[in-house]
């Protein structure tokens, strides 16, 4: 399942009072005549509680300009508790959603035509209203924001294990070098999940799709 490819967007919606978005990497087109398409939305997700009552969204297309704030500000805080649009630039497409003024490459108005509940996610099939190509750089891949987007962990400072090699043959020169090299890997595993249960402590429980952890 991990070798399955995807693109990034900031789906955006309304409930009313305030704009909203999320970060999702499940779209795709189903038809071209007439254009539909299917967006696949965790339940737990705020924007699913929304679009399953207004019937409709913008699916902006993420392109790879855009940085990792713009995931910190869709993916990493709830629409239920904050407004992400707070000092937004914000533009409007004929349905009256926002839609982002830079980062993406292109944007899909949607109007709902049917939803199938897949347990943990809704399936919106929707009918394209308006669409926009804003820019002809390439689309954001889950691929790419992982190798060149998402910030790397930080390990300068951190303590590691020194080996001394005098006066030991090759052969176990080279088993202290492995045995150091695992232990090392094991500790960067330790501190991993330490640090994500300490950023689910303040962010809540995170969500894009099956494969990364962003929240509506």
């Known amino acids: 399942m991990f070798k399955i490819g995807y693109g990034l967007y900031v789906v955006t919606s309304n409930d009313g009072e305030k704009d909203n978005g999320l970060i999702v990497n499940t779209v795709t087109q189903l038809t071209d005549n ?9 339940k737990a997700n705020y924007s699913h ?3 399953k009552k207004t019937g409709v969204m913008n699916v902006n297309c993420l392109s790879v300009e ?14 239920r508790l904050v407004d992400k649009f707070a000092g937004y630039q914000t533009l409007r497409s004929d349905n009256g959603l926002v839609f982002l003024p ?9 109007k ?13 099939i929707c009918t394209v209203t308006e669409a926009r ?10 691929t790419y ?19 001394s090699f ?36 303040k962010f809540g429980s995170f969500f894009m799709s099956e494969h990364s952890y962003f929240i509506s």
């Open 34 to 42: 007439p254009n539909r398409v299917a967006v696949n939305i965790n």
């Open 49 to 51: 509680h929304v679009i």
């Open 66 to 79: 855009a940085p990792f704030e713009v995931f910190k500000t869709f993916g990493f805080q709830s629409g």
């Open 102 to 110: 830079k980062y993406i490459n292109a944007f899909m108005s949607l």
């Open 112 to 124: 709902v035509e049917q939803y199938v509940d897949l347990d943990t996610h809704g399936m919106f």
């Open 133 to 142: 190509v804003m820019s002809d750089k390439e689309t954001m891949t889950y």
């Open 145 to 163: 924001y992982q190798k060149n987007v998402k910030p790397k962990p930080q390990t300068e400072g951190k303590k590691g294990f020194v080996v």
């Open 166 to 201: 005098a006066d030991t043959s090759t052969k176990e020169m080279s088993c202290r070098m492995t045995l150091s090299v695992r232990f090392a890997n094991m500790e960067w595993r330790i501190l991993s999940r330490y640090r994500e249960k300490e950023e689910s402590k």
